[in-house]
């Protein structure tokens, strides 16, 4: 159990272009998914936080209109690059908290297997 | 200071050698800790988690909590080649969704 699944695993495309990066909790109600971006030999670095039908919450730093999220429902969010720059080029994850009537552990997030950006 | 200390490594050691990843935290609110592991381009997987302080042990894995030390673990037993990758300690406070996480420890595991 616990699986989420993100898609596309990479993907190339040209400067001024948009992005869209989806996010799939298989198995589960996410009430919660959170995005990162992370950095060659760094750590996860969390740009934004959204709850299943209201807006998302982003951190510091991050502007919310370049990277646009979505969470529509209990099993899908996504986040939209928006006239990517090669300075987006990173490894993006999203991760899935459930909700606290499901049996799954509280506090647990489960990770995407990733997207890797890649902005010409 | 920040609130995961974790050493980056690398830690190399020998097939079969027993690995010791540490974290320290400074947040006493800290309740819930996981650790992570993530292979190169690929997302986090979780190994272990623990609700507060205690040992808890899943086949050649064991994670132990003390916090009155703030001070978390993640012992390999039998390591294996394939458990090279890069380990994550992660935690959070109750009724708090962020996880904070540590730098990350890249293990190397020669044949």
């Known amino acids: 159990g616990a699986v989420v699944s993100q898609h596309p695993s990479w993907v190339i495309c040209k400067s001024g272009t948009s992005v869209k990066i989806e996010c799939r909790s298989l198995?589960?109600?996410?009430?919660?998914m959170f995005w990162y971006r992370q950095f060659p030999k760094q750590s996860l670095m969390l740009m934004a936080t959204?709850?299943?039908?209201?807006?998302?919450?982003?951190e510091q730093g991050v502007e919310k209109d370049k990277f646009l999220i979505n969470h529509a429902s209990l099993t899908l969010s996504t986040l939209t690059v928006t006239s990517a720059h090669p300075e987006d080029s990173s490894f993006y994850i999203c991760?899935?908290?459930?909700?606290?009537?499901?049996?799954?552990?509280?506090?647990?997030?489960?990770f995407g297997a990733g997207t890797r950006l890649s902005v010409l | 200071q920040k609130e995961v200390e974790q050493d980056p490594g690398p830690l190399s050691v020998p097939e079969g050698a027993i690995v010791s990843l540490n974290c320290t935290y400074s947040?006493?609110?800290?309740?819930?800790f996981m650790w992570y592991r993530q292979y190169s381009r690929k997302g986090p997987e979780l190994l272990m988690y623990?609700?507060?302080?205690g040992n808890k042990e899943d086949g050649r894995f064991t994670a132990q909590v003390d916090k009155s030390s703030k001070y978390i673990s993640l012992f390999i037993r039998d390591s294996q080649p394939s458990d090279s990758a890069t380990y994550l300690c992660a935690m959070s406070a109750a009724g708090f969704q962020k996880l904070v996480f540590g730098t990350g420890t890249r293990l190397l595991v020669s044949p």
């Open positions: 959204s709850n299943e039908g209201s807006k998302a919450t982003y």
């Open positions: 947040n006493s609110a800290f309740q819930y």
């Open positions: 991760s899935a908290r459930a909700g606290t009537d499901q049996t799954l552990a509280k506090n647990i997030q489960y």
């Open positions: 623990t609700y507060s302080s």
């Open positions: 198995d589960f109600q996410a009430t919660t």
